[in-house]
């Protein structure tokens, strides 16, 4: 691209734009069940990366997935997989199988032997820092790149919210690539983070609805009607059983929640279960709780996971609209600064 054309906008993108070789600086974050193939290659197609959730996928699905929509897009895209799952390094094989370059590793810190294996495929990596001294810690091992994700988010959530992750990480950060996430819905949000010094952000809540979304009607409606408020976080009823926090829309679900960490309490106090088994009954209830509200459109009793920026999604959008809409609005608001 000719630099003297480049717009205020494309000029706070081109770090983040050049490493994701994408036209905008803007990642969909992989959300279980939605990030599919049509979702996936919607976003890219529309000038952003799309990010698919390899996170739930056995090895030979997430081959299928990329495959499909490697024939949908010729755009790149990324894969996101959950540091917990058990063939975590299959699937890191199964990527660089694959076109895809960017890997994005979430829940939880990464293992060094895993680091090394993503970067001797050469994979692009992408890591969660919840800490400055964590991003530090991950750009060491090999981290490419680094998203800090705040508490208004959408899912799995950590303990502080984007601004003071913004302020306390991006000043420090200053020559590394930095994604921010969390509660981004305006062009104008997102232009402030850019000139804070990230190289771009990443979005779930505002792209989870759009109309290229498989997630169900009754999934959709729900999001439209729902404001901030509404997108509250689960309880922790024990500390023996620690849970990371999901932030959802509140309804049954949160009390189904609550009503089965009660019941893996007394049963573990009973001696009939003991603390692992525990600790994976709670916390599968979500990826099963997601897929009962996305896919099969259960919106009582199945996890709506929300963003606080749902209160800002009205209506069903294309992609490119809502994208435009945020790139257009993040040009005028810079070009009054
Ligand atoms: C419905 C939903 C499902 C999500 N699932 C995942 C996931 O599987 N893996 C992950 O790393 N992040 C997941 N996220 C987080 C997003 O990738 C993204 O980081 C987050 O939504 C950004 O904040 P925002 O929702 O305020 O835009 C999910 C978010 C939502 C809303």
Request: with cysteine; charged share 20%; proline share 3%.
């Amino acid at each position: 691209m000719v630099k003297t054309n480049m717009s205020k906008l494309d000029i706070l993108f081109e770090k983040g734009a050049e490493f994701l070789g994408a036209r905008h600086a803007i990642l969909g974050g992989a959300m279980t069940w939605l990030s599919d193939s049509d979702l996936v290659s919607a976003i890219s197609n529309a000038g952003c990366f799309g990010v698919l959730a390899g996170g739930a996928m056995l090895p030979k699905d997430l081959e299928h997935e990329i495959n499909l929509t490697s024939k949908k897009t010729d755009k790149p895209f990324g894969v996101n997989l959950i540091t917990a799952h058990p063939q975590l390094s299959d699937l890191v094989d199964t990527v660089a199988k694959t076109n895809v370059k960017h890997l994005v590793l979430a829940g939880g810190l990464p293992s060094k032997e895993i680091i090394e294996k993503a970067k001797s495929y050469g994979l692009k990596l992408m890591c969660f820092a919840p800490i400055l001294s964590i991003g530090q810690k991950l750009l060491k091992m090999g981290a490419d790149a680094l998203i800090i994700e705040g508490h208004e988010a959408g899912g799995h959530v950590g303990p502080t919210a984007l601004t003071v992750l913004a302020q306390e990480i991006l000043p420090s950060l200053k020559d590394q690539i930095v994604f921010v996430a969390g509660g981004i819905a305006t062009g104008s949000m997102m232009a402030n983070f850019l000139k804070m010094g990230a190289a771009g952000c990443q979005i779930g809540t505002l792209f989870a609805c759009v109309k290229e979304s498989n997630a169900h009607p009754n999934f959709k409606k729900a999001f439209f009607r729902a404001n901030a408020r509404d997108a509250v976080l689960s309880i922790q009823l024990d500390k023996k059983f620690p849970v990371i926090p999901v932030r959802a829309l509140k309804n049954e679900a949160y009390q189904d929640f609550m009503s089965l960490q009660r019941q893996v309490i007394t049963e573990f106090e009973a001696g009939r279960l003991d603390l692992k088994e525990g600790q994976l009954k709670i916390e599968h209830f979500w990826a099963g709780a997601l897929r009962r509200a996305a896919i099969q459109g259960d919106v009582e009793r199945g996890s709506i996971m929300a963003g606080q920026a749902v209160g800002l999604v009205k209506e069903e959008l294309s992609i490119g609209e809502v994208v435009s809409n945020l790139t257009d609005e993040a040009e005028r608001y810079l070009a009054v600064q």
